[in-house]
């Protein structure tokens, strides 16, 4: 009776972590989304762009 109330409580939670790792999936894909966009975003390329060129500045 132990072994069967102990194999119910163990398979219990076997999605558990299923879904632990999808919600984990779904922020990190969010992360990312807002990521690119502030990356992708005119002044973050318009910085990037100037340090580049300041340092091919120094080089040369």
Known sequence: ???RRWAEVRTGEEGMSTAEYAVGT???CAFAAVL???VT???V???LGDLVE???ATLS
């Open 1 to 3: 009776m132990l072994a």
């Open 45 to 47: 390329v318009g910085a």
């Open 26 to 28: 779904v922020a990190a």
């Open 41 to 43: 975003g005119g002044s």
């Open 54 to 56: 300041s340092a091919l």
């Open 36 to 38: 690119y966009q502030v």
